[in-house]
């Protein structure tokens, strides 16, 4: 498998506040990669330099082909991301956000018609598209907002937290488009909000005060630490 994300001793410093020490590490193409950490750990700064929107202090990141601090924008480009907030215009209709995000990932109007109507069916949002966002479902908006990350066709896609509040139904249903978009071959990395959803990476990575401290499959880390869940794990792991 070839690595379509590679950091090495990818640093951010703030001041003397190490936020990113030093992390090197690989994601390939077409996997589930889960990035974990509790609040604080350094995750949403890694994260934000993976993306072009943070640069480095020191060390280097690849990403999609680019070097992100040498090329951010063509980084922009390759890349979607759903962030933990609902990230899709409220006020707009359904189909409204569709076709504004269409334009903003420089998709043609006969691109963005098409790939409207094709998300509406996969969806079954076809009754919804001409009401307002706000007015669906929180499950029903992160499934809207992860697709709308797709519309582009990105290579890699950044999930921060993407079933946070949603009932369990709605979850494993977005974990099927998760695993649907793998399958296609798109590489995600995904911020789990529930520990159990760490089970269903292929690999992850834990963070502790900025440093990658673990990084291998959910089966691999339980047989080491010698536990049963992830949420076993996370606890020692976190405890030192």
Not at 45 to 55: E, F, H, R, V
Not at 179 to 192: D, F, I, K, N, S
Not at 204 to 215: E, F, N, P, Q, Y
Request: hydrophobic letters at 40%; glycine letters at 8%; aromatic letters at 10%.
């Amino acid at each position: 498998m070839s690595a379509i994300i590679s950091t090495q001793q990818l640093t951010k410093s703030f001041g003397a506040f190490t936020a990113v020490d030093a992390i090197t590490f690989e994601v390939y193409e077409g996997e589930i990669f889960g990035f974990l950490g509790a609040n604080g750990a350094g995750k949403t700064t890694a994260l934000k330099m993976l993306t072009g929107l943070l640069t480095p202090s020191s060390g280097k990141a690849m990403v999609a082909g680019f070097d992100v601090w040498k090329y951010p924008e063509q980084v922009k480009k390759r890349i979607g991301y759903m962030s933990q907030k609902f990230s899709l215009y409220e006020d707009l209709t359904v189909r409204e956000n569709i076709r504004l995000f269409g334009g903003i990932y420089g998709l043609s109007m006969s691109d963005i018609r098409t790939k409207t109507a094709s998300l509406l069916h996969k969806l079954q949002l076809e009754p919804e598209a001409d009401k307002l966002v706000k007015s669906l479902p929180l499950g029903w908006k992160q499934k809207l907002a992860f697709s709308v990350a797709l519309l582009h066709e990105p290579k890699i896609v950044f999930l921060d937290e993407p079933t946070s509040g949603v009932d369990p139904l709605t979850r494993r249903q977005f974990w099927e488009l998760i695993y649907e978009t793998a399958h296609q071959g798109v590489t995600l990395m995904v911020t789990p909000h529930y520990m159990e959803e760490a089970e269903y990476c292929n690999r992850l990575s834990m963070m502790v005060d900025g440093r990658i401290v673990a990084l291998d499959t959910p089966g691999n880390l339980k047989t080491q630490y010698q536990v049963k869940n992830m949420d076993e794990v996370f606890r020692r792991i976190a405890r030192g």
